[in-house]
């Protein structure tokens, strides 16, 4: 149950028709060195105007026990409500729903359903979740604000790279191309008796008028267990009227977390 409800939230942490095809991103190698200060002003100088956001993905997940293809419906209202739907054969198997104070989550397999806060599910998934990290990585931003922290940039494998620390011996990486500053990685790993990591690569970007988005997002989150999530956007919407249905099916048990 736990892996389940770390890939939902993966997926947002993760039908319509289809939108015109995207242009792919012009994405290039790092050249001359750069301070932090351009790296970071040019990655926020991409645009994303929007205020609604459909997006329908596939999605692949593996661990060391099993490996298992979904769809997804992704749903946000920018910085208010994200709503995902897992869906397996075309059945919904999970819905989740995400705003700046609540986390909700229910899953079919065992009839159970988690209703709370960040500070309790981040604890129990061991890595920290907020509203704005789980909207920043599904839309290709860093999961963190890197106008408030301090960072070293250098040039690494062709990419500029900011690297900058946290309290409890957390490290942060964040990898840029050189045309757009376009994120391509972004790592948070932290050592100690409890070492954990979480790796997420974006391949390629494509673009819209109002924004340039994600076309792949690939996920490996280590703490004990390695778990793997590959997902591809399959077709994305901008600015529908979109509503955001969800409710806990009667019967189901809420899980508690200590």
């Avoid at 604890?123 to 979740?129: A, D, F, P």
């Avoid at 789980?134 to 990419?159: C, F, P």
């Avoid at 100690?192 to 690569?201: A, F, V």
């Amino acid at each position: 149950m736990k892996k389940l409800l770390l890939f939902a939230f993966t997926l947002t942490m993760l039908v319509g028709c289809k939108t015109q095809r995207a242009a792919v991103a012009t994405e290039a190698a790092a050249g001359s060195d750069k301070t932090a200060i351009e790296i970071i002003e040019g990655h926020y100088k991409n645009p994303k105007n929007f205020e609604t956001l459909h997006i329908n993905a596939s999605a692949k997940y593996k661990d060391k026990k099993q490996s298992q293809s979904v769809s997804a419906e992704i749903r946000i209202k920018k910085d208010e409500t994200i709503l995902v739907s897992i869906k397996f054969l075309g059945i919904t198997m999970a819905k989740a729903i995400i705003t700046p104070t609540r986390v909700s989550y229910y899953e079919k397999i065992n009839n159970t359903y988690f209703d709370g806060n960040y500070a309790a599910l981040s604890k129990w998934l061991g890595t920290e979740l907020d509203y704005s990290k789980v909207q920043n990585m599904l839309i290709g931003e860093a999961l963190d604000d890197l106008t408030k922290g301090s960072y070293k940039s250098s040039i690494d494998a062709d990419k500029y790279k900011l690297t900058g620390k946290a309290g409890g011996g957390i490290l942060k990486e964040f990898l840029f191309e050189g045309a757009n500053y376009l994120l391509k990685d972004q790592i948070v790993s932290q050592g100690g008796q409890e070492p954990r990591s979480l790796h997420i690569e974006y391949p390629a970007h494509s673009s819209f008028p109002q924004a340039t988005l994600p076309a792949q997002i690939k996920i490996e989150a280590q703490q004990k267990d390695k778990v793997n999530i590959n997902i591809e956007y399959t077709s994305v919407k901008f600015d529908e009227k979109l509503t955001f249905p969800y409710d806990v099916p009667e019967g189901f048990e809420q899980i508690f977390i200590e």
